[in-house]
């Protein structure tokens, strides 16, 4: 049994996805760090004061973490949208649609024991944002309309959409334009005093981990794979593409509509216009580099969260300002997106390789029978 | 004297041997076959000869001269020309554009389409290579594609052409549409080299034949003095069986197992099945044999519940089934093995392992409540390498990872290890090799042995007539005739299947002209 997991934890060293994010993050740090110096500035005092604003003490990594919940969840809307076949840019749209439903439900569902009403508060949020997604996934099927471009317009409708509702339908007492405070009921826990970590945090791992065994173990993930990886032979083998698609979508827009119930029920409290910093968006980023994994995909969130605490570390230290953090995350994308980059040899011989299976040639030895 | 010589050529791929010490040569104006199995060196040699990479041993020498080729424009120098079994040409573009690109006639700075079209007019008429050279590339079927290779090849002024599986693409009839237009070039005084692993082909067309196999050359023979025994026992190295063997006859009083009613289709305004109707017994194989494009796709698709029809009824062991769906069919046993095993049959960049219960996975044996059985899995997919032979490395390896014949030993082998009822078998030897094709016509004679009732369609007629109880001709959607295959000559087969025969005459003959060309030379 030790032996099968050390094997399997080998394999999972040796391959060759993460080998690609491990290096492009290697050529990201490297990179970054010369940019710094040719700026004047010094690298080793700028990954310094970010890896001690991001890990440097329990309230730092709480806050790392913290700020890392949003972007697990997105992440993983996007990856699994991936696995699926559809490629979700809309988790931005799906973020707003969650937060807003989490915060109505949370600010009018009173009376009700915590662990209810937060999970009815989830429970509105992954369903609005799921439904927000799926009219998407809708669109492509019975018209065939891309749903990259709906998923990116529907962002925009989503934003302005609950900007509306807050400012003529629900709109608290006072001059920012936010819903009610959602009742203490539906307030997630704190894991830390006075940080962003909540028990959001343990319900975007669960999610992970939950997807983790989706995919590997059931007949629903291995469909949706299938559907994602060839949606003929799916067809073929009895699966229902359509169906299919749109419980992807649904899937991965709830995951997105948790990571702005999580920011309203942990931090902030009530649904807040324009409250998310580009979270869904990030959430691409994060998929890629996460290489859709959703393991991967939540290591990938924390690191992004470590970058933006340390962040502000840095700029409070040094004379960096924070948008540098822009450039890194920017860069680490470039370095996975073009594994061509870090691969480009080794590819080319494997391709002329391949060129030659397909037609003939391969292993004169080890052919048929 | 050879016109081309190729002495002591090896070439390695990491570990892979893929030419070793092979001596080769052609002599001017021959058509030489280039025979070997799937991996046995042929398109790696070749590739060398058009300079798509350079020998790691060994040298090329071209009208007693030696030669380096460095790259396929160094070659197309020296008169050397390759068609690709995958063409080489850009869709949106126009024929005369796709011929003569690269080597455009100019006037001052301009292209000269006039000049061009003119050109590839008089290249088509000389060769009899019937084109539009104002047509797009893209409307064309597969057949004049490849016309368009073989006049790009010939727009270069090519002495040597070397053709990889030309005919894997092609109809019967194109087919011998191809060979007309070699027989020509040959006249012509051009070099021509084909490599094919189809021994029928090689004793038709060609003056002499090399075997390759595992990357060594076996010998060089000259086509009159062979016969297809030797052929294949020379490529595989052991003798081969070609008649199937073992088959039962169908018992008189065997049930129907599959049954279509008057199946109807219509989409976008297009007729696609009209009025089909067929019946297999148990123990039964009910070839279908066709031009491409006849239906045979719908009629599978019908079937196996991936499209439904317009009107008709599909019947499984007498029950009709009402609106089918592909898992409803699989329940009421009924096996499928896809026309295009790369589309439809597996999902590539599964593992083996997953590959191996696509369309049963939510069958009993391998999930309960939505949880897959990995333990159940495993077996199954161990059972299925060890049963078909499949060479694999791992059963978690990708499907993509292995080779044709044994990507087809997985799709069969899952089909079958679920015992059916019915078996829709659609080009189940479809590019693989000939090993293989004994081995998976074995397996299907034994199913149908076994009581099993089998619809077989495919391209290929010999393997229609050898192996079927019945056979059906399928013409624009509909059975035009059916008959033990003894009942047809290969004539009347192809009077059939184009829509012009006595019975069919008042039928609109559009084929007419190809026909005529296609029996004026035979």
Redesign the interface.
Known sequence: MLGNAAQRVCKVLKSKKLQTSLLALVGAIVVSGLILALSGYSPFVAYGAMFSGAFGGAANIADTLGTATPLIFTGLAVAIAMKGGAVNIGAEGQLYMGAFAAALAGAYGKDLPMVLHIALCLLAAFIAGGLWAVLAGGLKIKLGVSEVIITIMLNYIATYLTDYLTTYHFKAEGMVVKTKRVAESAMLPTLYPHSRLTVGFLIAILAAVILVWVLR????G??L??VG??P???????V?KGRQFLLTMLISGGLAGLAGACEVLGVHGYFMKGFSPGYGFDGLAIAVLGQNNPLGVTLSAILYGALRSGATMMDRMTKIPQDFVGIMQALIIIFVATPGLVYFYRRKKKK??AI??G??????????? | MDFVQMRGITKI??K???NDRVDFSVKKGEIHSLLG????????LM?MLYGM?VPDEGSIILNGSPVTLKSPSSAIEQGISMVH?HFMLADPMTVTENIVLGYEPRKGPFFDRKKAEQQVAELSARYGLQIDPKATVGDLSVGNKQRVEILKALYRKCDLLIL??PTAVLTPLEVKDLFAVLRSLKEDGKTIII?THKLKEILEISDRVTILR??KLITTKNTAETDAAELARLMVGRQVQFEVQGAKPVAADAPVLLEVKDAELRRRGMQLLSGLSLQVHAGEIFGICGVEGNGQTEIIEAI?G?GQLSAGQVLLNGQPVHKP???KM?DRGLA?I?EDRG????????SIR?NSI??Y??SRRF?RR???D?KAIEMHTRQIVSDY?V?VGSIDDTAASL?G??QQKVVIGRALSQDPDVIIAAQPTRGV?I??I??IHQKLIEMKNAGKAILLISAELDEVLGLSDQVGVLYRGRIVATGAPADFDEQTLGLLMTGYHKDTEKEERPCLETLHSAFAKS
Do not use: C, M
Request: charged share 25%; proline share 3%.
């Open positions: 173990r059931t007949v629903f291995y469909e794979q299938a990886l060839n003929f032979a799916a067809e073929s083998g009895g229902k002329t390789a030659h299976k037609s003939e040639t391969a292993p004169a030895t080890t052919e048929e029978v | 791929f990491g892979v041997v893929a199995e799937n991996g046995a060196g042929k398109t790696t590739r990479s079994q990889d599986e490599i595992a990357g196996t991936i769906t592909p898992t699989a499928h896809p589309l439809r049959g597996l999902v590539a960049d599964f997953d696509l369309g996975q939510r999930s939505g949880v897959l990995k032979r060479k080779s014949g044994n090799d090993g293989a004994e081995y």
